[in-house]
Structure formats: C-alpha cells, structure tokens
Nanobody, 124 residues
Framework: EVELAESGGGLVQAGGSLRLSCAVS?????????IGWVRQAPGKAREVIGC????????RYGHIARDRFILSGDVSKNTVYLQMNNLQPEDTAVYYC????????????????WGRGSAVTVST
C-alpha cells in the first residue's frame, strides 16, 4: 500500500521560512511518481501549490506563491520538499501532499494517495 509521510510543519513568524517534506513508500521503486502539494485554510477552498515529478525533476507550479514556494525532490529518498520562504499570515493553512503515478496531473481528483497534512501557522 502506498503511504505518504509528511513532516516539517509548525509555527513561524511572518517573513520566516519552513520546509515541508513528503516521503512516499509502498510503490514499485522502478516506477516514476509525482507528488502534488495543496493547501487548505479554514473556511477557504483548497489551493494548488504545484507538483514535482520524479520523471524529469521539473516542478509544475500552480498560481499561488510561485515566487516564494519552491518544489524539489530526492529520488533516492522518494521524498519531495516544499520550501516556503517569506511566509505571511495568509499562508496559514494545512498543507497536504498527494501521490500520482507516473506523472503530474492537473486534476487533483485523480490523486489517489494523500498525506495526513501538515499544519503551518504564520504569526504576525
């Protein structure tokens, strides 16, 4: 069974940085994979951050925070990272990673495997 383990959330002051990690396991290691990231703030719609594919390592970004959020990955560790810089209070949300095989897909409904979410709180 495919599992995703997220880590790295927490409390940070405005202007600070955090790095979230998403480690995927339980799949055939010869397969390529893609990890998408989304966030959801209380009372707000889910927002797509982007996707990192192991096939070429070139992130695909959504429309939010493209200048502050950076996706990267380590295929040897089956782990994808979301580096978040210059965080602002409006970035407060639960951040989720999700796995899709073999490539990124713009339709989140096809992502079958999801992490439990990492809470990020940005204080003023």
């Amino acid at each position: 069974e495919v599992e995703l383990a997220e880590s790295g959330g927490g409390l940070v002051q405005a202007g600070g940085s955090l790095r979230l990690s998403c480690a995927v396991s339980g799949f055939t290691h010869s397969s390529t994979f893609a990890i998408g990231w989304v966030r959801q703030a209380p009372g707000k719609a889910r927002e797509v951050i982007g996707c990192w594919p192991s096939s070429d390592g070139r992130p695909r970004y959504g429309h939010i925070a493209r200048d502050r959020f950076i996706l990267s990955g380590d295929v040897s560790k089956n782990t994808v990272y979301l580096q978040m810089n210059n965080l602002q209070p409006e970035d407060t949300a639960v951040y989720y990673c999700a796995a899709h095989f073999p490539y990124c897909n713009g339709d989140l409904s096809v992502y079958r495997y999801w992490g439990r979410g990492s809470a990020v709180t940005v204080s003023t």
